[in-house]
Nanobody
Framework: QVQLQESGPGLVKPSQTLSLTCTVS??????????WSWIRQPPGKGLEWMGV???????YYSPYLKSRTSISRDTSKNQFSLQLNSVTPEDTAVYYC???????????WGQGTQVTVSS
């Protein structure tokens, strides 16, 4: 059974960097051909895909967030991470990590972590 768990600060100040880590158990993040995404849901809004790191380490980002987003991984810890720079209150959301197999479908999700951007 694959499990994903998000971790990181729940409160970030405006203009700072939001950093989250997703720890994966029950499966390797380097196994072909899985993809590992970050997705968020602002209050009262729908899900927003932020970016992905693939099994081979390649990354892709939402064009709307590309200038502020970076996704990396630590294969020794079976983790992948999100950095979102220059945050504003509009970045307040529940942040999820999820596993996919290509395309906009996901078979495993983390439980989500609330991040609030506020001074």
């Amino acid at each position: 059974q694959v499990q994903l768990q998000e971790s990181g600060p729940g409160l970030v100040k405006p203009s700072q960097t939001l950093s989250l880590t997703c720890t994966v158990s029950g499966g390797s993040i380097t196994t072909s051909y899985y993809t590992w995404s970050w997705i968020r849901q602002p209050p009262g809004k729908g899900l927003e895909w932020m970016g992905v790191i693939n099994y081979d380490g390649t990354t892709y980002y939402s064009p709307y967030l590309k200038s502020r987003t970076s996704i990396s991984r630590d294969t020794s810890k079976n983790q992948f991470s999100l950095q979102l720079n220059s945050v504003t209150p509009e970045d307040t959301a529940v942040y999820y990590c999820a596993r996919g197999r290509g395309g906009p479908t996901y078979d495993y999700w983390g439980q989500g972590t609330q991040v609030t951007v506020s001074s």
